[in-house]
């Protein structure tokens, strides 16, 4: 058999819909009583979950068509090994697709926003109706890729990650109290409190930074982003370190000087402890992500 015979091998990653995570026991019985009782605030869990099987379902479907041999992982937090595959498809939202990145190298990913009614999809370039038709191009290489750039992240000098594509927040352990450190950027030195410190790459700048007041970087843009998030200053003075773009031979220094904070990366699921006196450092990644069928080119507005 010739290797050009091979079954392409697709990893499909799915996302967990609300509704699945209650059917299968991972919500609270409040949860249960809502959604049996029509409460607005679960009502679209329903629509949604059947958007998204149906989504899924013709993912599937349309690989299997295509001959592919597909391994479906329903959960996008859990972690994986792309080796050998051809690609990798995420089902979901934007959510499905960074959880999803930081099990993948250099495997190119295609995302898919399987319920557009409901989830947000910035990074998704297909959709329900263009699936079957992006499925078949990226398999045949015909989709152009867009190489993102992730960063980097050290507590006390060991390597924590190396594939943040959105942003970190810093901040203490406690999202209510102040967060008191040191930021250091190149020979810039400040002694700060704030609600925290977002950083991260080009492709989170329309994210919550810049719902911080941050600025919108090209998708092809290889410079970091910090911004610092409500900053508690005395009256008649001002930090001088609140918001900078810099490039990616530059790295941003944090020593905290709180007991116990935290860094989450990519959203809310990935947590990690910084102590007193431990110095976190932020900067370029050599390990970008190439997702398909993107834009290259982004509005800064």
């Not at 080796?83 to 498809?89: D, E, S």
Request: net charge positive.
């Amino acid at each position: 058999m010739t290797r050009k015979s091979l079954r392409p091998r697709v990893i499909v990653v799915s996302k967990r819909s609300n509704l699945s995570r209650l059917r299968e026991g991972l919500l609270d019985q409040r949860a249960e009583r809502l959604f049996k009782s029509d409460h607005e605030t679960v009502r679209k869990w329903q629509p949604a979950h059947e958007d998204h099987e149906r989504s899924l379902d013709l993912v599937v479907d349309s690989l299997e068509k295509l001959g592919a041999s597909v391994l479906l992982l329903r959960g996008a937090s859990a972690a994986f090994d792309p080796k050998g595959a051809q690609l990798v498809v995420t089902v979901g939202g934007d959510g499905t697709l960074l959880a999803a990145s930081h099990s993948v190298g250099e495997t190119p990913i295609l995302a898919i926003n399987s319920a557009p009614r409901f989830s947000v999809g910035f990074f998704c370039a297909a959709h329900p109706e263009s699936a079957g038709r992006m499925l078949a191009s990226a398999l045949e290489g015909k989709l152009s890729p867009v190489r993102l750039s992730r960063m980097k992240v050290t507590i006390a000098g060991q390597v924590r990650a190396l594939r943040v594509l959105n942003e970190a927040l810093y901040c203490h352990h406690e999202p209510a109290a102040t967060s008191n450190y040191i930021l250091r950027v190149g020979r810039q030195r400040e002694e700060q409190k704030s609600s925290g410190i977002w950083v991260g790459p080009a492709a989170g700048s329309t994210a919550a930074i810049r719902s911080a007041g941050g600025v919108v970087l090209p998708l092809s843009s290889k410079n970091l982003q910090l911004i610092v998030r409500e900053p508690y200053v005395a009256r008649g003075s001002a930090y001088r370190l609140t918001h900078k773009v810099f490039g990616p031979r530059s790295e941003v220094s944090i020593v905290s000087k709180m007991d116990l904070a935290r860094i989450y990366l990519d959203g809310p699921y990935r947590a990690l402890d910084v102590r007193l006196g431990d110095e976190v450092r932020f900067s370029a990644s050599d390990e970008p992500l190439t997702v398909l069928g993107l834009k290259k080119q982004r509005s800064g507005s």
